[in-house]
């Protein structure tokens, strides 16, 4: 028996190397190195091509490298019945809030502008008054830990989804008015949302309208649930005031993309959180044995929530 490596845009050899040191005696299998096999039972996936995972009809379950499973939801990517993992621990969701407290910290207390004083020899001083108001889309596992790193520091945070509940000190928002009424609040709007039917194109120009003028747009969830010409229509009229970007409709982010030059976006090349190779060599071992013994992957989604 053995796990199927099946992630051809990602170096594996770190985490190969971490399972052989966690997991001396397990086969590992790469693709597309491996022909189907009857041995293989398990799949661990990073964008797949369509119709590989259907020919290792030995499967009993597949999970995603990271927290997104959006890639995997298609039955030509992945057959209907088989259950799908994730792999997200708590070190991803702490690369994640180091990552945005980096950038809202930053922002908040106007580092880039002290360092252009510096340059100009500028000693005019300021300081941080009222704690901005964090506004996260999405509050699942990694949200709720972000929340409460945020909080421990002084931040305030909201939070909106779908069901309306989230950690019990997270003020939460609900439905469509829901989400409008936090966009109007929050300074700094996260979008940590899974990507699904019902929440793709979710960053568009309605939103961007009810946002606070001068908030920042900070979207580190897929490049899909960003609608890019409205961003850029709105970020010419201050609302938002700034776009932090990590993810991108196209990735690599093509090089003649407006957001690489706009004096307004920041963008980074989907890394705000890495998922670490000690970490997913863990949690893959964990749900290996749980599908072994005939239960549900780690972190099993409902195909039909799309999460
Ligand atoms: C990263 O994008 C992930 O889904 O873990």
Sequence with gaps: ???????????????????????????LYLWPQTQPHPDIDFAL??????????????????????AGVDALLDPAVVPSHLPIGRISGPELALDMARWLIAQITSHWLQ????????????????????APLIGLLGIATIGASCARQFQSLGLRVEGWNRSGHGPSQVPMHLGAQGLHDLAARADYLICLLPLTN??????????????????????????QHL????????????QPALAILDVFQQEPLPTGHPFWSHPRVRVSPHCAAISQDEEVARLLLDSYRRVQAGELPLG??????GY
Aim: charged share 25%; hydrophobic share 40%.
């Design 111 to 130: 580092l880039d502008q002290f360092r252009q004083q510096q340059i100009d020899k500028d000693c005019r001083t300021w300081a941080p008054t009222e």
């Design 1 to 27: 028996m053995g796990i199927l490596l099946l992630a051809p845009d990602r170096d594996l050899r770190g985490l190969v190397q971490q399972l052989h040191r966690q997991a001396p005696d397990l086969a």
């Design 198 to 223: 019902s929440t793709r194109g979710i960053l568009d120009r309605s939103l961007f309208k009810a946002m606070r003028p001068g908030s920042v747009l900070i979207n580190v969830g897929r490049g």
């Design 227 to 238: 609608v890019e010409a409205d961003l850029l229509t709105a970020l010419d009229a201050g």
């Design 300 to 305: 099993a989604i409902d195909r039909q929530a």
């Design 45 to 66: 996936c990073w964008n797949p091509p369509a119709g590989v995972i259907e020919q290792f009809s030995s499967l009993k379950a597949v999970t995603s490298l990271g």
